[in-house]
């Protein structure tokens, strides 16, 4: 009825609730379904299209899905997206249990871990974190650096190359801050790898006024933000499989990483 006036006669809604005695919030609740009010399949089609999409291509758990729907301003308990998934049998890629498999390295002067005990940073271009990782194709192994903001947890700068040399992080480092304005003194947290205790990689870090930072020695839990979007982008990109060549892995990964992972992608951390 409220509709029905504001459309025949222009007044503001606002000014038709008081005439009314209808609180607003009433009106713009009852504006949109919730669950309980989709009849006919729509929410569990809703729930499965968003599944099925080709942008998350069965990523995402109910959790995520049930943050698409409500995005899309329709009230869902997750606990009803849990129950249409199971009967729909929508099940996610899973990521495989967090095991560390990076080598540990041998930074010959390590830098202490500033990230101890310290709280999540609130600021973007404050705290980055770096990790390589192995890609499997079908004509040999590549290997992929990145740069993660631990703020946005955006992968901000990386690198694919057919090597392990301190280049490798070097050029994903430069890519991130070709690309990002850091605060003053923003922290590089790694590993001990000997790619990031080089003096070459540490005078890119002191060149652009940055401090590093690195976990303790075999324990890649503390630089488990990096381990955990290597872990998890090798299962929802490969599974079980490879890649044809370089040219095919860097194609997929620049897809996923710019086009999914930093644009689309919810993150649970946030």
């Known amino acids: 009825m409220i509709t029905g006036i504001h459309t025949t006669t222009d007044h503001g809604i606002r000014q038709i609730c008081i005439a009314l005695s209808v609180p607003c919030s009433n009106y713009y609740h009852a504006a949109h379904p919730t669950a309980s009010q989709l009849t006919g399949g729509h929410l569990e089609d809703l729930i499965t299209e968003i599944f099925k999409s080709h942008r998350h291509r069965r990523r995402y758990g109910y959790r995520r899905i049930q943050s698409e729907v409500m995005d899309q301003n329709i009230t869902c308990a997750p606990d009803i997206v849990r129950r249409i998934m199971t009967e729909r049998h929508l099940k996610a890629i899973q990521p495989k249990s967090y095991i560390p498999k990076t080598s540990n390295g041998r930074a010959d002067k390590s830098s202490d871990n500033l ?3 310290q709280p999540d940073p609130e600021q973007s271009n404050q705290v980055w974190a770096g990790d390589i990782t192995h890609i499997s194709t079908s004509t040999g192994w590549l290997y992929l650096a990145v740069v993660i903001d631990l703020c946005s947890r955006k992968i901000v700068g990386w690198a694919l190359a057919d090597y392990m040399r301190s280049e490798l992080v070097m050029d994903a480092l430069r ?10 003194e923003c922290i590089f947290h790694s590993g001990r790898g000997s790619q990031y205790g080089s003096i070459a990689y540490r005078q890119l870090l002191n060149n652009h006024g940055m401090v590093e930072s690195m976990s303790a020695r075999a324990n890649l839990y503390y630089n488990g933000w990096t381990e955990s979007f290597m872990g998890m982008l090798k299962k ?5 499989g490879s890649f044809e060549n370089v040219i095919d892995a860097r194609r997929e990964l620049f897809a996923y990483i710019e086009s999914y992972y930093n644009t689309h992608r919810k993150h649970s951390a946030l």
Not at 236 to 240: A, H, I, V
């Open 115 to 117: 990230l101890l005990g």
């Open 175 to 184: 890519q991130a801050l070709g690309s990002r304005r850091i605060v003053p």
């Open 236 to 240: 929802e990109m490969l599974g079980d």
